[in-house]
Every structure is written in structure tokens, then in C-alpha cells.
């Protein structure tokens, strides 16, 4: 069964029209982070949360936003989505910091046209 | 930059033999690592992980060694089968350093031939 699941799995969005992902998780872990996934290169972290605690990544763009309404769902807001950010974006959980695994969705793709 | 890197980013190697993925890291602060497998179009999954107080662990058909001295990290995947073609991606983490996600290396594409 899916621990961590992502809505959708492909996404098409127009040029500047706001766009939002999904995650939601089954584990119950305190910590979600949201990764973007270019083609051919490794997962970059964008940011995370702590419970409700925030943390943004100090080279994330402003146009990419999050919110985490509660310890299952956490979103990731594109305000203006450029041709730039067609990207695969992962979801991934772990219990605390530090020594633990993360625990990745399927990933989103996106596309923007 | 990036503190985690690969040597290769392709390994080519035969059904059945065993392959070997190396992965360089510069943090010394790292405590604990990491190697995922993403097959095309999923997301990361978790293959094994070693801890800095260890040099080896070993898993089924994988062994993980870290080498702090070198700060390198190497996978070892024995009898290789056409399921293991994927990236494979290494992946620090430093318990001290506060609230930070995972940070991976370049990713090693290993191409299974029959």
C-alpha cells in the first residue's frame, strides 16, 4: 500500500497560471519535504516542514510556495509556473531528522506549455 | 554546490555479474547515508543505509562500504538481474546540522545487458 501518495502523477499547466500539487501520507511522520527532480539530474531540495514548522530552502525561488494543513497533507503552490520549472516534484516523509530514511511519493511531472 | 557527487554517470555491466556504483562526499559532518533506486518516471526508493560509526553493511544482494578517510561511498549489488536498471542515487544527511533534507549526489545510470 502507497505510504506516500502525490495528485496528481502528470500535470499540465499554461505558462503563468498558478498550479498546485499534492501529498498526502500515511505514516504519520513529522517531517515532509518537497524535492524538484529536473530530467537526468538528482532530487533538489525546495523545503520542508517540521510539523508546522517551515523551512525554505535559501536558493528556492519565491514563485514556489507551500502549506501543510495538517501532519497528512502538504502542498506546493507554483504562483506563476515558467517554462523553467517543468520538472518532476517528489514528496518524501521521514519520522524526525536526521539517521532516518525518507520515504518518497511517485512524484508529479509537470509539464508547462 | 552540491556535497555529495558520483564518479560515472553510466554503468554498463552483464546480467549476472556484479556491479559496483561509487559515490564521493565532502561533507565530514555526515553521519548517515544513503542509496535510493529510481526506476524511470517513480520516485526514489530506499535501498540500504549506513551509519558513519559503520564501514560496511550489507543487505540482500547489496553491501554498502563508507570509507570516511576518502569520504567515499560505494554500493555493491552481486548478481545483477534486468529489475536492477535504474539511477542510483547516493544521499547524505547530517544529524547535527538541524533541519535539512536529504542531499543527493548526480545519480549513477546502471544499464543491466542480457
Known amino acids: 500500500d502507497a505510504m506516500v501518495i502525490q495528485n496528481p502523477r502528470y500535470q499540465v499547466t499554461q505558462f503563468g497560471k498558478p498550479v498546485t500539487l499534492s501529498c498526502s501520507q500515511t505514516?504519520?511522520?513529522?517531517?515532509m519535504y518537497w524535492y524538484q527532480q529536473k530530467s537526468s539530474q538528482a532530487p533538489k531540495l525546495l523545503f520542508h516542514?517540521?510539523?508546522?514548522?517551515?523551512?525554505n530552502e535559501a536558493d528556492t525561488p519565491d514563485n514556489f510556495q507551500s502549506r501543510r494543513p495538517n501532519t497528512s497533507f502538504c502542498f506546493l503552490d507554483i504562483r506563476s509556473p515558467g517554462l523553467g520549472d517543468a520538472a518532476m516534484y517528489l514528496c518524501a516523509t521521514s519520522r524526525d531528522f536526521g539517521l532516518l530514511e525518507a520515504f518518497f511519493g511517485q512524484g508529479t511531472r509537470l509539464t508547462v506549455v | 554546490g552540491e556535497s555529495v557527487g558520483l564518479h560515472l554517470p553510466t554503468l554498463s555491466v552483464q546480467e549476472g555479474d556484479n556491479s559496483i556504483i561509487n559515490c564521493a562526499y565532502s561533507n565530514s559532518a555526515s553521519d548517515y547515508f544513503i542509496w535510493y533506486k529510481q526506476e524511470s518516471g517513480k520516485g526514489p526508493q530506499f535501498i540500504i543505509d549506513?551509519?558513519?560509526?559503520?564501514d560496511k553493511r550489507q543487505g540482500q544482494r547489496v553491501t554498502v562500504l563508507l570509507n570516511k578517510t576518502v569520504k567515499h561511498l560505494s554500493l555493491q549489488i552481486a548478481a545483477t538481474q534486468p529489475g536492477d536498471s535504474a539511477v542510483y542515487f547516493c544521499?547524505?544527511?547530517?544529524?547535527?546540522?538541524?533541519?535539512?533534507?536529504?542531499?543527493f549526489g548526480k545519480g549513477t545510470h546502471l544499464i543491466i545487458q542480457p
Open positions: 505514516l504519520n511522520h513529522n517531517v
Open positions: 544521499a547524505e544527511n547530517n544529524s547535527g546540522g538541524g533541519a535539512d533534507g536529504l542531499t
Open positions: 549506513i551509519r558513519s560509526n559503520m
Open positions: 516542514y517540521y510539523d508546522k514548522d517551515f523551512n
